[in-house]
């Protein structure tokens, strides 16, 4: 039972790892599909994703967040080469911090928003109308809505395997074969196989929309690195 656990949370906390499919470019959604669409984000509890990924989104921007305040470093005039070599050098000392910062203002971008992109850019893009109302219908369920629930506490308890299997704990033998059911079907293979490239869309917009707090973040921590260098080079009473 443990795969399908991992396989099914990671899928609906967007960060499976599988065989990516692309998808055409796709037309605006008609009437009917957007309809579709709008029931997704309710029942598929899509305005939460965001809000659980930003500590991902945050860590993973460490490497652009230290090139960027190294980057607006570059643009600062210091008084000799020592003191703009010091300052690069507390780069690394101060991303922690950084990364502290960016998740948090990360935390206050519009849920709703990346919701609806998700919806209607992404999964538009993959899944015909009557895919939407099936996945919709699964995660509109009792077991669904529960799984939805439960997903990140069963994510966390899956990477203890001392624990035991988090699906047995949470969930009855017809629960978990109902869970099962859903993703063998053909629609479950389908978004097992779209996945990665779904959440790399997703993550390419996170990145995207993240970049002004993260330029924000690099200059606030320029700024300290500078500070330590005019400690450095103040005169002593």
């Not at 029942?43 to 190294?70: C, F, G, N, V």
């Not at 609806?116 to 995660?139: C, H, L, P, S, V």
Request: proline fraction near 6%.
């Amino acid at each position: 039972m443990k795969p399908f656990v991992l396989f099914a949370l990671t899928a609906l906390l967007c960060s499976l790892a599988s065989t990516a499919v692309r998808a055409q470019p796709a037309s605006a959604p008609d009437v009917d599909k957007k309809q579709a669409l709008a029931e997704l984000i309710a029942a598929y509890r899509l305005a939460d994703i965001w809000p659980q990924m930003t500590a991902k989104i945050a860590r993973d921007s460490l490497p652009r967040l230290e090139e960027a305040t190294h980057a607006d470093l570059d643009h600062d005039t210091f008084a000799t080469p020592e003191l703009a070599a010091a300052a690069h050098a507390r780069v690394p000392a101060l991303l922690a911090q950084g990364r502290r910062d960016l998740q948090d203002a990360l935390q206050h971008f519009d849920a709703d928003e990346f919701a609806a992109y998700t919806a209607y850019e992404i999964y538009a893009k993959y899944f015909e109308t009557a895919e939407i109302r099936q996945i919709t219908a699964f995660f509109d369920s009792p077991t669904g809505r529960k799984l939805s629930a439960l997903g990140p506490t069963i994510v966390a308890e899956s990477r203890r395997p001392a624990d035991g299997d988090p699906m047995e704990k949470h969930f009855d033998a017809s629960e978990r074969a109902e869970i099962v059911a859903f993703w063998k079907s053909p629609l479950g293979v389908k978004m097992n196989a779209t996945a990665e490239q779904i959440r790399e869309d997703m993550h390419a917009h996170f990145i995207e929309r993240s970049e002004p707090s993260l330029q924000a973040v690099a200059r606030q921590l320029a700024s300290k690195a500078e500070a330590g260098d005019a400690a450095a080079s103040a005169p002593k009473p």
